[in-house]
């Protein structure tokens, strides 16, 4: 439990808060590979890998000799996405 912490602690103090990564990957990750949770985790997994990773880029590309953070990245790319799922439902 110790070791969970502080590489939690550790990668929010690198990255800053990144909470919608957890909220919109299953929903992504589902859409390609459906409700069975052997695929679903581990595509989760690298759905939020990869959105991490393009969301890092972005971040040292936008505005080139700085660098934003990683966190306001993927609140423009998860909240618009969570919006939708949100949306979509309630029409369900």
């Known amino acids: 439990m110790l070791v969970a912490s502080l590489?939690?602690?550790?990668?929010v103090s690198f990255l800053g808060i990144i909470g919608?990564?957890?909220l919109v990957c299953p929903h992504i990750a589902r859409r390609f590979v459906g409700d069975d949770q052997r695929f679903l985790i581990p595509s989760a997994c690298i759905v939020g890998a990869v959105l991490l990773l393009a969301s890092d880029v972005?971040?040292?590309l936008i505005i080139a000799p700085y660098v934003l953070p990683v966190g306001i990245i993927t609140a423009?790319?998860?909240a618009p996405l969570f919006l939708y799922l949100?949306?979509?439902?309630y029409s369900h």
Do not use: E, K, P, Q
């Not at 949100?86 to 439902?89: A, S, T």
């Open 20 to 22: 919608f990564v957890g």
């Open 76 to 78: 423009f790319m998860g």
């Open 86 to 89: 949100l949306i979509r439902g």
């Open 7 to 11: 590489a939690t602690a550790a990668a």
């Open 58 to 60: 972005a971040a040292r």
